[in-house]
């Protein structure tokens, strides 16, 4: 990725994240908003439920009081205290008494516990009163919460306990009211909200017990209130959550879960219904998911303005740094003279202006250390063209000398001397043509003719051409070993100079092993290049002279000219190839050569 497509990526990326930490932030502060006002709204509906529930608690307590000490009661008390009592006459007087008073329920028990009359199921008449024994506790409650039987099953009744002692024997007065639809609607609900009421009945949830005046179509999904309304049965505690009645988030609605409880007994308070005020989500997801769009919308907008800008700053600012990388890739390659221009006094501009006097300085220092090369290779070029000239011309002056001395001397003597004098001559004279003759060599190394060629034959010839050396007798015992790759793909090269290159490491190895060695002949493919390997167990190189073998005239042998992997580097470089060493002193040499596949051979294997 390019310089200008980061710094475009950087503004994009900053504007996205930027409108993401705004968008949740807002989020949270509206989540946080809402959360507040439905817990404020949600406490209001239980205290506007508390405050009915107590005012029609004391109405109730007023009307049992009141009913306790009417006259109806008081004559039926007389008569019921006196032998022998008979309660028939007033089988109804209950029904009445709470059709006036607007009452749903009402019964009078006598202080056996004995059912004298019931408004809301007359058939329990002379039957015994389950909770008689707290008759006398409950009536000092005022008012309270409890189940109470109906023909049709159970209902959840506000209900108040009064006495009348009218006679020798108390009659308890048991009136309320029904906790149900009609007491629910008579809250003022706000907008959003609405109250059910779950009788805890049985020991299993059960919807038929679920209370729904604003919306009966909940019973349906009341399902899924059941986890909400087991906790609160575990637990007694108020309890909070939010129940997913649709896929659609937005007929979500959370619940505030509030037990109401009856009167303490010997286990404790028995949970009788659960309060379930609930706030609809509606317009808390609607304003979310407004906010989200304006979001996407403004990150969307955002993101298109930062890309215009971004792409017209990095213009500016990447054009300058694109040209200096262009003109760096130009020194790379060898062109000094490239000039960067200049457009400004910014940190860029000091940049290009810096770039642009550094390659002038390194033109400079360049024509400088050509200049100090081309008097050093002429002086290293003097210094071994004399040592290599000075050791043939002293034997041919001494020669000479002996030539013009004998001269004077008899005939029969100067024919002896000159015979033998002219071989030495002509030794010399050879000597010094073969040192021309190399360093002509070197001087004009002819240019590969490429033909492609199996290096596995290369090496096959050379090996049985060394092989007649090594096994001449009186040398020493150096072995020879290949290790050819016979699947090895061909190379476009000039056989004869890959001949004469391998053919110098070849001597260059058994030279390195007087003693005698092993000497490894081993070809190999790696990826795009083959490999040739020239191993010796010789005594090795040191850190100096790996680092120098490859330099022209340098050389570790006392007559070597410093020729030989000089020519050898030139032939490997001229194919395209490269050629390194690996030694430790004492540890041999081995000389491994890099040259290219060729181009048929890569093809066909891709």
Same mark, same amino acid.
Request: charged share 20%; glycine share 6%; hydrophobic share 40%.
């Given at each position: 990725?390019?310089?200008?497509?980061?710094?475009?990526?950087?503004?994009?990326?900053?504007?996205?994240?930027?409108?993401?930490?705004?968008?949740?932030?807002?989020?949270?502060?509206?989540?946080?908003?809402?959360?507040?006002?439905?817990?404020?709204?949600?406490?209001?509906?239980?205290?506007?439920?508390?405050?009915?529930?107590?005012?029609?608690?004391e109405i109730v307590a007023q009307r049992v009081a009141a009913i306790a000490a009417s006259e109806a009661l008081n004559r039926m008390a007389s008569a019921l205290s006196r032998a022998p009592a008979d309660s028939g006459p007033y089988f109804e007087l209950a029904k009445t008494i709470a059709e006036n008073d607007q009452l749903d329920f009402l019964e009078f028990v006598e202080a056996d516990g004995t059912i004298v009359s019931s408004a809301q199921y007359p058939e329990k008449f002379g039957y015994q009163e389950g909770s008689f024994?707290?008759?006398?506790?409950?009536?000092?409650?005022?008012?309270?919460?409890?189940?109470?039987?109906?023909?049709?099953?159970?209902?959840?009744?506000?209900?108040?306990?009064?006495?009348?002692?009218?006679?020798?024997?108390?009659?308890?007065?048991?009136?309320?009211?029904?906790?149900?639809?009609?007491?629910?609607?008579g809250l003022d609900m706000p907008s959003g909200m609405r109250v059910l009421l779950y009788q805890n009945r049985g020991d299993r949830f059960s919807p038929l017990f679920l209370v729904d005046p604003g919306q009966p179509s909940t019973t349906r999904s009341a399902d899924r209130l059941h986890p909400l309304i087991e906790s609160v049965r575990q637990t007694k505690q108020d309890q909070t959550g939010i129940v997913h009645w649709t896929d659609n988030a937005a007929e979500d609605e959370e619940f505030h879960a509030i037990p109401l409880l009856g009167i303490g007994s010997d286990h404790g308070q028995q949970l009788l219904a659960i309060l379930l005020v609930a706030?609809?989500?509606?317009?808390?997801?609607?304003?979310?998911?407004?906010?989200?769009?304006?979001?996407?919308?403004?990150?969307?907008?955002?993101?298109?303005?930062?890309?215009?800008?971004?792409?017209?700053?990095?213009?500016?600012?990447?054009?300058?740094?694109?040209?200096?990388?262009?003109?760096?890739?130009?020194?790379?390659?060898?062109?000094?003279?490239?000039?960067?221009?200049?457009?400004?006094?910014?940190?860029?501009?000091?940049?290009?202006?810096?770039?642009?006097?550094?390659?002038?300085?390194?033109?400079?220092q360049k024509e400088r250390l050509v200049q100090s090369e081309r008097v050093a290779a002429w002086r290293e070029l003097a210094r071994r063209l004399a040592h290599e000239l000075k050791n043939p011309l002293f034997p041919l002056q001494l020669t000479v000398?002996?030539?013009?001395?004998?001269?004077?001397?008899?005939?029969?003597?100067?024919?002896?001397?000159?015979?033998?004098?002219?071989?030495?001559?002509?030794?010399?004279?050879?000597? =010094?043509?073969? $040192?021309? /003759?190399?360093? !002509? @060599?070197?001087?004009?190394?002819?240019?590969? %003719?490429?033909?492609?060629?199996?290096?596995?034959?290369?090496v096959r010839s050379l090996a049985q051409l060394f092989q007649a050396q090594l096994d001449a007798p009186g040398r020493v015992n150096i072995g020879c070993e290949l290790h050819l790759d016979e699947h090895l793909e061909p190379v476009l090269a000039d056989a004869e100079l890959l001949h004469r290159a391998i053919s110098n490491l070849v001597s260059n190895a058994i030279d390195a092993m007087p003693n005698g060695g092993t000497l490894t002949l081993r070809t190999r493919g790696d990826g795009d290049k083959i490999l040739v390997e020239v191993a010796d167990t010789g005594t090795g190189l040191s850190t100096d002279q790996r680092e120098r073998i490859f330099t022209?005239?340098?050389?570790?042998?006392?007559?070597?000219?410093?020729?030989? =992997?000089?020519? $050898?580097? /030139?032939?490997? !470089? @001229?194919?395209?190839?490269?050629?390194?060493? %690996?030694?430790?002193?004492?540890?041999?040499?081995s000389f491994i050569v890099e040259l290219p596949k060729s181009r048929n051979s890569a093809a066909e294997e891709g």
């Amino acid at each position: 990725m390019t310089f200008r497509r980061k710094l475009i990526a950087v503004f994009a990326l900053t504007v996205f994240l930027s409108v993401a930490a705004v968008t949740w932030l807002v989020s949270a502060i509206t989540r946080r908003a809402f959360q507040q006002s439905e817990d404020e709204r949600a406490t209001a509906l239980v205290v506007q439920f508390r405050r009915e529930f107590n005012r029609q608690g004391e109405i109730v307590a007023q009307r049992v009081a009141a009913i306790a000490a009417s006259e109806a009661l008081n004559r039926m008390a007389s008569a019921l205290s006196r032998a022998p009592a008979d309660s028939g006459p007033y089988f109804e007087l209950a029904k009445t008494i709470a059709e006036n008073d607007q009452l749903d329920f009402l019964e009078f028990v006598e202080a056996d516990g004995t059912i004298v009359s019931s408004a809301q199921y007359p058939e329990k008449f002379g039957y015994q009163e389950g909770s008689f024994a707290s008759l006398s506790a409950e009536s000092n409650h005022g008012f309270f919460l409890e189940q109470k039987e109906v023909p049709d099953g159970a209902a959840l009744g506000l209900l108040a306990v009064s006495t009348t002692h009218a006679g020798e024997q108390p009659v308890y007065v048991i009136g309320g009211r029904k906790l149900d639809q009609n007491f629910l609607s008579g809250l003022d609900m706000p907008s959003g909200m609405r109250v059910l009421l779950y009788q805890n009945r049985g020991d299993r949830f059960s919807p038929l017990f679920l209370v729904d005046p604003g919306q009966p179509s909940t019973t349906r999904s009341a399902d899924r209130l059941h986890p909400l309304i087991e906790s609160v049965r575990q637990t007694k505690q108020d309890q909070t959550g939010i129940v997913h009645w649709t896929d659609n988030a937005a007929e979500d609605e959370e619940f505030h879960a509030i037990p109401l409880l009856g009167i303490g007994s010997d286990h404790g308070q028995q949970l009788l219904a659960i309060l379930l005020v609930a706030n609809s989500r509606g317009t808390y997801v609607a304003l979310m998911r407004r906010i989200r769009s304006a979001a996407l919308m403004t990150g969307a907008g955002g993101i298109v303005l930062a890309i215009l800008l971004s792409s017209w700053a990095a213009a500016r600012v990447t054009r300058p740094v694109e040209q200096l990388a262009h003109a760096a890739q130009e020194v790379a390659a060898g062109n000094w003279n490239i000039y960067v221009e200049v457009t400004g006094a910014d940190e860029l501009g000091q940049l290009a202006d810096s770039f642009n006097r550094m390659t002038t300085e390194l033109l400079k220092q360049k024509e400088r250390l050509v200049q100090s090369e081309r008097v050093a290779a002429w002086r290293e070029l003097a210094r071994r063209l004399a040592h290599e000239l000075k050791n043939p011309l002293f034997p041919l002056q001494l020669t000479v000398e002996n030539l013009v001395r004998a001269r004077e001397q008899t005939s029969e003597q100067f024919e002896e001397v000159f015979r033998e004098s002219a071989r030495t001559l002509l030794a010399e004279i050879a000597n =010094l043509t073969g $040192v021309i /003759s190399k360093f !002509s @060599d070197f001087s004009k190394m002819p240019q590969p %003719q490429l033909r492609s060629v199996q290096l596995n034959d290369v090496v096959r010839s050379l090996a049985q051409l060394f092989q007649a050396q090594l096994d001449a007798p009186g040398r020493v015992n150096i072995g020879c070993e290949l290790h050819l790759d016979e699947h090895l793909e061909p190379v476009l090269a000039d056989a004869e100079l890959l001949h004469r290159a391998i053919s110098n490491l070849v001597s260059n190895a058994i030279d390195a092993m007087p003693n005698g060695g092993t000497l490894t002949l081993r070809t190999r493919g790696d990826g795009d290049k083959i490999l040739v390997e020239v191993a010796d167990t010789g005594t090795g190189l040191s850190t100096d002279q790996r680092e120098r073998i490859f330099t022209p005239y340098y050389t570790s042998k006392q007559h070597g000219t410093g020729l030989g =992997l000089a020519i $050898v580097q /030139s032939i490997v !470089s @001229d194919h395209k190839g490269r050629i390194r060493v %690996q030694s430790e002193p004492g540890n041999g040499a081995s000389f491994i050569v890099e040259l290219p596949k060729s181009r048929n051979s890569a093809a066909e294997e891709g």
